[in-house]
């Protein structure tokens, strides 16, 4: 049986590369596709039509793509320039309408396929000082959607998942800017912790496999330990918190 083959965007690091771990263990032939070079993977910029049409060309084969590499940015609406703007935009929905428009023909050519959208809660919720970057998750989710719907009954599926805030690089370079602590996260999470990594990337491996999650289309799932779902306030969320056993 040939071999299926994934491809994830911002493979590097974080939540990326841990994605492209776990495919690999469940049995895929696993393209990179970022900015660094990745093992057996491609170097390209998302946001270029060139690179990823390079990208695609060096393809035969392809069975889920991961469209995973994205920026973040915090600053003031009123702040925030329209370089700043076009930049994200440019990563973090241009980036994914390229990616998933080249090497989803391929997929809709044999007729089967899973395309999985790294978007986030910020997709799902507003959160002051993130305009630019929640404009393009709210974008992703919608074009997550609509392609659910377009190209479902020519059986390539379009899922996202929308993690909470995760341990990586990202949020170290976030902390360490002063615009939040560890508290103001976990805090407000009812399983009282950020997420892994491998967290995303299990949820990923889900929606990527057929045997699992065949019927799963147009779904924006979050993994987020119950962020969305929380409505409580603070001192009657935390007033529910158990203290880890020791």
Same mark, same amino acid.
């Given at each position: 049986?040939?071999?299926?083959?994934?491809?994830?965007? $911002?493979?590097?690091?974080?939540? /990326?590369?841990?994605?492209?771990?776990?495919?690999?263990?469940?049995?895929?032939?696993?393209?990179?596709?970022?900015?660094?070079?990745?093992?057996?993977?491609?170097?390209?910029?998302?946001?270029?039509?060139?690179?990823?049409?390079?990208?695609?060309?060096? #393809?035969?084969?392809?069975?889920?793509?991961? %469209?995973?590499?994205?920026?973040?940015?915090?600053?003031?609406?009123?702040?925030?320039?329209?370089?700043?703007?076009?930049?994200?935009?440019? *990563? %973090?929905?241009?980036? +994914?309408?390229?990616?998933?428009?080249? #090497? /989803?023909?391929?997929?809709?050519?044999? $007729?089967? !396929?899973?395309?999985? %959208?790294?978007?986030? *809660?910020?997709?799902?919720?507003?959160?002051?000082?993130?305009?630019?970057? %929640?404009?393009?998750? =709210? $974008?992703?989710?919608?074009?997550?959607?609509?392609?659910?719907?377009? @190209?479902?009954?020519?059986?390539?599926? *379009?899922?996202?998942?929308?993690?909470?805030?995760?341990?990586?690089?990202?949020?170290?370079?976030?902390?360490?800017?002063? =615009?939040?602590?560890?508290?103001?996260?976990?805090? =407000?999470? +009812? #399983? !009282?912790?950020?997420? =892994? +990594?491998?967290?995303?990337?299990?949820?990923?491996?889900?929606?990527?496999?057929?045997?699992?999650?065949?019927?799963?289309? !147009?779904?924006?799932?979050?993994?987020?330990?119950?962020?969305?779902?929380?409505?409580? @306030?603070?001192?009657?969320? #935390?007033?529910?918190?158990?203290? +880890?056993?020791?």
């Amino acid at each position: 049986m040939e071999q299926r083959v994934a491809v994830v965007t $911002g493979a590097a690091q974080g939540i /990326g590369e841990r994605i492209c771990e776990v495919l690999r263990a469940d049995g895929y032939a696993v393209v990179g596709f970022d900015l660094q070079q990745t093992p057996g993977g491609v170097v390209g910029d998302v946001s270029s039509e060139a690179d990823v049409a390079r990208l695609a060309a060096g #393809l035969e084969r392809v069975d889920v793509v991961v %469209n995973n590499a994205g920026i973040a940015g915090i600053r003031a609406f009123e702040d925030t320039s329209v370089e700043q703007w076009q930049r994200m935009l440019a *990563v %973090n929905l241009t980036g +994914p309408f390229l990616v998933t428009r080249a #090497l /989803g023909r391929t997929m809709l050519a044999r $007729g089967s !396929g899973s395309v999985v %959208n790294i978007a986030s *809660v910020a997709g799902l919720r507003g959160v002051a000082d993130r305009a630019a970057y %929640n404009t393009t998750k =709210h $974008g992703l989710i919608g074009l997550t959607r609509t392609l659910a719907v377009e @190209w479902g009954a020519r059986g390539v599926r *379009v899922n996202a998942v929308c993690p909470g805030w995760v341990k990586t690089g990202m949020d170290v370079e976030s902390q360490a800017g002063g =615009h939040y602590a560890d508290a103001d996260i976990t805090d =407000h999470v +009812p #399983l !009282g912790r950020f997420a =892994h +990594p491998d967290d995303i990337a299990q949820a990923v491996a889900f929606l990527a496999d057929p045997a699992k999650s065949g019927f799963v289309n !147009g779904v924006a799932l979050p993994v987020d330990g119950g962020w969305t779902a929380d409505g409580s @306030w603070q001192s009657l969320r #935390l007033s529910k918190r158990q203290e +880890p056993q020791t």
